[in-house]
């Protein structure tokens, strides 16, 4: 039982490099998140899909996208990467709607030189 | 606006002995509350979570905490912690519909 797969774990980038972080989830969630961790101020969101088809901005949006490509799947894209966006970036899910926990993966730990 | 506080940023404390993690919240309806634990290199485990009723939950691995509205608090103990309890605690809020907040953490290191 899988839960919610990242890939890569580890990436480096170069400043203005491109690269997208992909998220899988096989718990049949609606809601699908992209949090970053940085130390000293816990998890952050970015951004965050209530349900397939929707995306909304969270607390750090800027520099990021975000692909909601079906009920499974959702991607965090960085267009130009920055040094600043060196993080570790974690996707959870959880069921529709009701006070439901998110179920998280093991996260993606970036680094941008 | 909403938010969670995690006094201790970091704690230190023998095995064997008790153990409480601090967590305030700011919000205003009853929240839907959680503890998380994450191990290095890991992602967030959760440890337990309260939605409603008894304001004493218990959770996996000897943990529980108890929901004090008059405190806006949520504490999380363990009457004697183990050398593999050191990891790095995470205390959240859900504030209804998909919004979570999360305090930032409190590390956890266990002296043998």
């Not at chain 1, 965050?48 to 009920?71: C, F, H, I, M, Q």
């Amino acid at each position: 039982n899988a839960g919610v797969t990242q890939t890569p774990k580890f990436q480096v980038l170069k400043t203005g490099q491109s690269m997208t972080l992909q998220c899988a989830q096989d718990m049949n969630h609606n809601s699908m998140y992209w949090y970053r961790q940085d130390p000293g101020m816990g998890l952050r969101l970015i951004y965050y899909s209530a349900s397939e088809g929707t995306t909304d901005k969270g607390e750090v949006p800027n520099g990021y996208n975000v692909s909601r490509l079906n009920k499974r799947e959702f991607s965090l894209r960085l267009e130009s990467a920055a040094p600043s966006q060196t993080s570790v970036y974690f996707c959870a899910s959880r069921p529709r709607g009701g006070p439901g926990e998110l179920f998280f993966g093991e996260g993606s730990r970036l680094t941008v030189l | 606006a909403q938010s969670v506080t995690q006094p201790d940023i970091h704690i230190t404390v023998s095995e064997g002995a008790s153990l409480e993690l601090r967590c305030n919240y700011s919000y205003g309806a009853t929240p839907y509350l959680f503890w998380y634990v994450q191990s290095p290199g890991q992602g967030l485990q959760l440890l337990l979570k309260y939605f409603s009723g008894d304001t004493l939950v218990q959770g996996i691995k000897g943990f529980e905490a108890e929901f004090k509205r008059s405190q806006s608090s949520f504490n999380l103990r363990k009457p004697s912690v183990h050398w593999s309890d050191a990891a790095e605690y995470f205390c959240a809020v859900g504030a209804g519909g998909n919004q979570f907040y999360f305090g930032t953490g409190t590390s956890l290191t266990v002296i043998p």
